[in-house]
């Protein structure tokens, strides 16, 4: 770590403090006006050095291709109580079903909370938080690199995000039940919990009514 650092280093924190959000080296370029990435580059790596050796609540973590600065992860629960909360329950509830379960079929998900499902995933589509692919006359949705990213989460893998879920968020880890009388073969659609069993995210306040006329399937195509 050079004994002296230069200013360019402290502007690429400068970004990514007020970004608030994990960039890559081209974004950075771009935000600080310079043409060439290089010396950006070098400006991140030194700055993951100083923070690594600096006793900080913060860090700079490593994405994918990008780079956030972030708290550590053993001081993100003395926090929460004073973080805003940046989506609806409702949908922060699709959002976490979809996370663990994936992939799910969209048809699953409106089974576990509503028509309501149909307008969240359009939502968190056009986040970019989920992906949806036709499968059969329904969707299948994931996660996206950027819901990662967005969490706070090292791995886009289904089996790391849903330990994450476990770990940090207190997901229930059990698998969901058997399908129900109703449900077509298991070859076409995944279990769901029985009416009244509890979900595996938590949520706050009442579910808003069933929009009106979501009552069939619509047609979506893939980003």
Known sequence: MPSKIEPLVFRVEAVLFAS?????????????????????????????????????????????????????EQYVPFVQSVTPVEMAPRTLRALTLIAYHQPILQSVLVRMVGDVAYEE???????????????????????????????????????????????????????????TPEAPPATSEMPVPEEGSPSPAPTDGREPPTPAGATAEPSATPP
């Open 20 to 72: 608030g959000r994990p960039m890559s080296v081209r974004e950075l370029t771009q935000a600080l006006g310079l043409d060439d990435y290089r010396p950006v580059q070098r400006a991140v790596r030194v700055l993951e050095q100083t923070y690594g050796h600096r006793q900080s609540a913060l860090e700079v973590r490593r994405v994918g291709d990008r780079y956030a600065l972030q708290l550590e």
């Open 121 to 179: 995933v359009q939502h968190l589509r056009g986040l970019g938080l989920v992906h949806t692919e036709p499968k059969g006359a329904t969707l299948q949705l994931t996660t996206t690199r950027r819901f990662a990213e967005y969490f706070g989460i090292a791995s886009t893998r289904p089996e790391e995000i849903r330990r994450y879920l476990e770990q940090k968020l207190g997901v229930a880890p059990a698998p969901l039940p058997g399908p």
